[in-house]
């Protein structure tokens, strides 16, 4: 029997256990635009959004898609529900989720986008755009004012495609209206996330026009901490979701128990009250971003890409061969918790759940999905902690051996000689570079840490860096990546 289409119409009459959304949708009004309606947005905020609008409804979320309308067609037949399902050891949860009102497509609904993000109802834009959607420059965080989305933009102001575009676009229009700007909250893993929002928001507006660029100025930009791992979600968790629920959901979100936001209580503008229903409201993101960028994903992109070299599919096996969890283990507590300052934070009991986590065997997350956009990674996952050590004398061994088997996987070849399907905004490029190269692992080293937009100025010419890197991608290169590390670990 086929199973009717999850909707508003059958809430009533899904599978016994299912939550559904407690208050009622009809008087739930828009308060939030969230741009950027992936995966993760469907996890994290909007499970916190759908906790609370029982008790204050004025914060109902439109999201919209910046590139795709894949999202837009999964959940417009779904009156915007969807479902969330956790997984663990014990099985699979499902609830349903109510807080995403409808979807909006920005490349065919550009201008009603803009006009409902100008609208004085909307007090807060929230950003999942990923990395590589601030069109920045991720070793400096300034705006890369040769991206061919911003020059698109700068030239076309009223139909802009990138997320600083249009955030600046909307600010502009509730400036000719007259109306306060809205709170502009990221919730990308970037280091400083709204800081580097701000600049770069501040300046694509001062490049449009000197007053309007003053008056962003005055747009709070609050940093925030994200954490939930968000598997892609496959053929196989649809059915699965349609079965346990008794309803077909075209784009169930997997994801796991664990869940994580510190948000800067910075909203002028107004905001939900996120701390009753489990956000951490604090004045300073900072630490927290810097412990969970190199600590978890410093973790997942090692493990993405070694692990992926290794012939491994999913970090769950990863964590199943002891020499890869004794790496990260001393990645973490040798090398990352010392560049780490968190009184009061038992950093020690964060790396023990961390590895917890990356165990879940419920959960498959593939290391072909973290390894993507590592250009747009590395600076905040490994290089930063990099830069901190060798400052102070102290090794950089794990770290390293990170960055080398980026700098080996993005050749586009792997172990057995089959092709990596490299996703990575510079991919065309980073093979470029390691086609010159050829196996020679110094040459593939110059040509990839010469790309200044990842490593700077400074690290490709440090002595440490480059001998402990080289060295790696000799053993990468000759031995493989499980023999690497397990002669790093000894
Ligand atoms: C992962 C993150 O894909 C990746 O790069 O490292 O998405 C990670 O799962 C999240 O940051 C967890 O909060």
């Given amino acids: 029997m086929t199973s009717p289409r999850l909707s508003p119409a059958i809430l009533g009459s899904l599978k016994p ?54 999202t837009k067609e999964a959940l417009e037949p779904q009156g915007g529900l969807y479902t969330i399902a956790v997984r663990d050891a014990a099985g699979t949860h499902p609830r349903v989720i109510g ?8 490349n065919t609904e550009r201008d009603a986008l803009l006009d409902l993000m100008a609208s004085p109802n909307i007090r807060v834009v929230s950003l999942t755009v990923t990395e590589k959607g601030y069109c920045h420059d991720p070793a400096t965080g300034e705006l890369d004012q040769n991206h061919p989305d911003v ?4 030239a076309n102001p009223a139909s802009p495609k990138s997320a600083p575009g249009m955030l600046v676009e909307a600010l502009a229009r509730r400036k000719a209206a007259g109306i306060a700007p809205f709170t502009v909250m990221s919730c990308d893993n970037l280091p400083s996330n709204g800081e580097t929002a701000k600049r770069i928001v501040t300046r694509f507006a001062a490049l449009r026009d000197a007053d309007l660029g003053e008056w962003v100025k005055s747009v709070a930009f609050p940093s925030t901490m994200v954490d939930r791992i968000v598997p892609s979600t496959t053929d196989a968790d649809r059915e699965e979701v349609t079965s346990l629920i008794g309803a077909e959901d075209a784009w169930p ?37 810097h412990m969970k960028l190199r600590m978890l994903n410093g973790s997942h992109s ?72 590592g250009s747009q990674k590395l600076p905040q996952r490994l290089l930063g902690t990099i830069r901190d050590r ?19 996987y993005v050749t586009g070849i792997d172990e057995e000689g089959n092709e990596i399907d490299v996703r990575d905004p510079h991919a065309l490029k980073m093979m470029a570079i390691s086609a010159d190269a050829g196996d020679d692992p110094v040459a593939l080293y110059e040509g990839l840490s010469s790309l200044t937009e990842v ?35 000894g």
């Fill in 17 to 70: 256990g299912i939550g559904v959304p407690k208050y009622d949708r009809a008087k739930v009004t828009p308060g939030i635009v969230h741009l950027g309606i992936g995966a993760f947005h469907r996890a994290h905020m909007a499970v916190y959004v759908d906790d609370l609008l029982a008790d204050d409804p004025s914060w109902g979320i439109v999201g919209a898609s910046l590139r795709r309308p894949d």
């Fill in 99 to 106: 807080s995403i009102l409808s979807v909006m497509d920005a």
């Fill in 151 to 154: 020059v698109h933009d700068l």
């Fill in 253 to 289: 979100i997997m994801t796991e128990p664990f869940t994580q936001w510190v948000i800067e209580d910075h909203f002028p503008s107004g905001r939900p009250a996120f701390e009753k229903v489990g956000g951490q409201l604090v004045k300073d993101v900072e630490p927290f971003e």
């Fill in 302 to 373: 090692t493990m993405a890409y070694l692990g992926y070299l290794g012939g491994y599919q999913y970090i769950a096996e990863v964590m199943g061969d002891p020499a890869y969890v004794k790496l990260i283990h001393g990645l973490m507590t040798e090398e990352a918790m010392p560049t780490l300052d968190m009184p009061g934070t038992d950093l020690g009991l964060y790396r023990d759940q961390l590895l917890e986590r990356f165990r879940n065997p419920a959960l498959k997350h593939r290391t072909w999905q973290i390894a993507m956009d």
């Fill in 390 to 408: 060798l400052k102070a004398g102290q090794p950089i061994t794990r770290l390293a051996l990170g960055v080398a088997a980026w700098m080996r």
């Fill in 455 to 489: 490593f700077g100025t400074d690290l490709a010419e440090n002595a440490v860096f480059r001998d402990t890197v080289i060295k790696h991608l000799e053993s990468l290169f000759d031995e493989g990546a499980k023999a690497t590390v397990a002669e790093v670990v």
